[in-house]
């Protein structure tokens, strides 16, 4: 169908079991929202430009290789009271706007991709951690925010990365955090052990982890691990660099 605002409102749950396709301009929009439910997304959505918003009271849950796609608009995606679960091989796309996920709970996420543009992912009393261990970014951006107030990845006998792609980080993690680099990543700024709810250092054993596969890091902001956890910065390859401070202020590390 062509664009216009569309907005599709049920009071419980609400299931995209049909594939949407909508031609748009920047002027339009699309609002999916179950009030007192879940959100499944079963099949493909497919937006031209304009604001996609998905909403839920409960939680957004996104089928096995459903795709997301907004062209090159802005994606918005809220849980009031629920987590974000994408199924392996699931993908959220923005083409380059900005793309937002807030979760009252976790996120678990197979692929949120908003190419150049800023992504920002906040799991309010949770952790965000990848489907699966398969190799590829889970997250892609210019500029990449990530919160959680418990953990960023995984640590431990079952430690699982979160892969990501991005030019700029900034994240805080209240427990651990665990991320793998996949290309030359600027660090803005970077903390363990202070949830992303408080506004005082919490006490954590959570430990930090920022690996390259083969690129460089340049930390330009503080690194900080609060409590008795630890942290390491590796660049990893044969060419890879790490690079503390900048001009005009140097970066700490804690």
């Known amino acids: 169908t062509d664009g216009g605002n569309i907005q599709i409102r049920a009071q419980g749950q609400l299931n995209v079991g049909t594939a949407i396709r909508v031609s748009?301009?920047?002027g339009s929009?699309?609002?999916?929202?179950?009030?007192?439910g879940d959100l499944t997304i079963s099949r493909d959505i497919s937006f031209g430009l304009g604001a996609l918003d998905l909403r839920a009271g409960g939680n957004v849950l996104q089928s096995a290789d459903a795709v997301v796609n907004n062209a090159g608009g802005t994606v918005s995606v809220t849980t009031d009271t629920g987590s974000l679960l994408q199924g392996e091989g699931a993908q959220i796309r923005s083409g380059g706007a900005a793309l937002t996920v807030t979760a009252a709970q976790d996120v678990q996420v197979s692929l949120l991709d908003a190419g150049s543009g800023a992504?920002?992912?906040?799991?309010?009393?949770?952790g965000i951690a990848a489907t699966s261990a398969n190799d590829g970014a889970e997250l892609v951006a210019g500029d990449l925010t990530l919160r959680a107030a418990g953990s960023l990845g995984t640590l431990g006998r079952r430690a699982q990365a979160l892969d990501i792609a991005a030019d700029v980080l900034t994240a805080s993690a209240g427990d651990e955090l665990n991320l793998l680099i996949?290309?030359?990543?600027?660090?803005?700024?970077?903390?363990?052990?202070v949830a992303s709810?408080?506004?005082?250092p919490s006490p954590s054993t959570g430990s930090g982890v920022l690996r390259t596969r083969a690129s460089s890091i340049t930390v330009r902001g503080d690194v900080?691990?609060?409590?008795?956890g630890n942290l390491l910065l590796q660049a990893q390859g044969a060419d890879s660099t790490m690079s503390l401070g900048s001009d005009t202020a140097a970066a700490r590390v804690t």
């Open 24 to 26: 748009s301009d920047s």
């Open 29 to 36: 929009s699309i609002a999916l929202r179950a009030m007192d």
């Open 119 to 126: 992504l920002n992912v906040w799991a309010q009393l949770g």
């Open 182 to 193: 996949e290309r030359a990543l600027t660090v803005s700024a970077l903390t363990v052990g």
């Open 197 to 200: 709810t408080s506004t005082t």
């Open 224 to 228: 900080l691990v609060h409590g008795s």
